[in-house]
């Protein structure tokens, strides 16, 4: 869902700069340059950091939500210089998430599964990047380029998602659990019994 609200900023970043910023190529520039530096940055703070347990979940999904916060106060955003004081904040966030949420899944997944959930990952991830690309061309479209109010609506969006997830205990539970204890888990519901595991170590 991140990927998918969060697309309109790769589409429509050129519009904002001419038309919010009123800057030209060289600005444009500079902001991606601040979003690739941030997320360099959150990749360090990453590896840095070492949160356990419920502070890990809560941890992940500030990132998340301030991400989403940040992506709508571009909405409000004239100066260049303040849109990349935000692109680089949110690059750091977007980075941050990135490798977090990336090991939980890694971690927790056993063996046996983890190429299947990573390849599952990937795909849905994948796949929302250009349904919200081609969505934000349409909405571009339908609402005059009015970028502000579609980076609004979008941050909103993705805020409320977050927040309707993060709201679940069981997703809570999820990222705040360390890899043995659920690796553990995985292993008893993947593991063969009766029957069925006697055919295979028959076939073995």
Do not use: H
């Amino acid at each position: 869902l991140a990927n998918l609200f969060l697309m309109p900023l790769l589409v429509l970043l050129p519009f904002f700069v001419e038309r919010n910023l009123q800057g030209g190529a060289a600005w444009y520039g500079w902001l991606l340059a601040g979003m690739s530096a941030g997320g360099i940055i959150g990749f360090a703070l990453a590896g840095i950091l070492r949160l356990e347990g419920r502070l890990k979940a809560l941890g992940v999904l500030a990132a998340c939500l301030g991400g989403e916060l940040l992506f709508g106060l571009l909405s409000f955003v004239n100066t260049p210089v303040l849109a990349l004081v935000v692109l680089t904040l949110l690059g750091v966030l977007i980075g941050l998430f990135n490798v977090q949420a990336l090991t939980i899944f890694q971690t927790t997944a056993s063996s046996g599964f983890r190429g299947r959930v990573m390849g599952l990952l990937g795909t849905i991830s994948m796949g929302a990047a250009p349904i919200g690309m081609l969505m934000s061309g349409i909405i571009g479209d339908l609402t005059g380029q009015n970028v502000s109010l579609i980076f609004l609506v979008c941050s909103i969006l993705a805020m409320l998602s977050t927040l309707l997830l993060g709201a679940r205990t069981v997703v809570l539970e999820y990222l705040a659990t360390g890899p043995e204890e659920f690796a553990s888990t995985w292993d008893t519901i993947a593991a063969p019994t009766g029957p069925i595991q006697k055919g295979l170590g028959t076939d073995l």
